[in-house]
């Protein structure tokens, strides 16, 4: 079955750096195009980056760029979020999320916690 399972989150110190990993299985990997969302408490989601399927275009929300870098390792299976210079208010559950036209998969998320 379809699983994407995020790993990497944890508590930092604002100025700190975190990876994020998502392993996916269960579909084709190399063809889906692949993001990272986040929620905090309160909020609606937010789409932080995305990458196509080839890894050959990302985008990033604008309050990221330049800090989270976004890619894929097709050979692994695995999407990674780069977080560096992190503020409190990144503060949130990230999700990876798997998208080809009409399917749309989701792993449980990783709680990033950026607090002194």
């Known amino acids: 079955q379809v699983q994407l399972v995020e790993s990497g989150g944890g508590l930092v110190q604002p100025g700190g750096s975190l990876r994020l990993s998502c392993a996916a299985s269960g579909f084709t990997f190399s063809t889906f195009a692949m993001s990272w969302y986040r929620q905090a408490p309160g909020k609606e989601r937010e789409l932080v980056a995305s990458?196509?399927?080839?890894?050959?275009?990302?985008n990033y929300e604008d309050s990221v760029k330049g800090r989270f870098t976004i890619s894929r390792d097709n050979a692994k299976n695995t999407v990674y979020l780069q977080m560096n210079s992190l503020k409190p208010e990144d503060t949130a559950l990230y999700r990876c999320?798997?998208?080809?036209?009409?399917?749309?998969?989701w792993g449980q998320g990783t709680q990033v916690t950026v607090s002194s």
């Open positions: 990458i196509t399927n080839t890894g050959g275009s990302t």
């Open positions: 999320n798997a998208n080809l036209w009409k399917f749309n998969y």
